[in-house]
């Protein structure tokens, strides 16, 4: 499974984005998938997830981010409203080879497939 993103960008504080994750080679019928990011100078840490038809979030984006997925399970897509300051770092996009039990879906461990990660940048 190939995994694409897209939609970062220069965004001002407040504003939104929809990064979009798509796959070739698979499907993300059966597949948990993750979004990551990664600060400059920072671990990438977790961002959201979508696993079994539920999805998670970091407390940091809980309210702000939105994680869903189009019914022909090939992308997945994170709206991010209200962003701020410290969103910005490259997104990931991950799958793993299948379900995710929910302990897991917050570490990267569990994703075998990665993206190439687009770049957010939230201006004042």
């Known amino acids: 499974v190939q995994l694409q993103a897209s939609g970062g960008g220069l965004v001002q504080a407040g504003g939104s984005l929809r990064l979009s994750c798509a796959a070739s080679g698979g499907t993300f019928s059966t597949r948990s998938v993750g979004w990551f990011r990664q600060a400059p100078g920072e671990e990438r840490e977790f961002v959201a997830a979508?696993?079994?038809?539920?999805?998670a979030y970091a407390n940091s984006v809980k309210g702000r981010f939105t994680i869903s997925r189009d019914n022909a399970k090939t992308t997945v897509y994170l709206q991010m409203d209200s962003l701020k300051l410290e969103d910005t770092a490259i997104y990931y996009c991950a799958a793993a080879t299948g379900r995710l039990i929910l302990s897991r879906i917050r570490s990267e461990d569990g994703y075998v497939y990665w993206g190439q990660g687009t770049q957010v940048t939230v201006s004042s």
């Open positions: 979508w696993s079994g038809g539920n999805p």
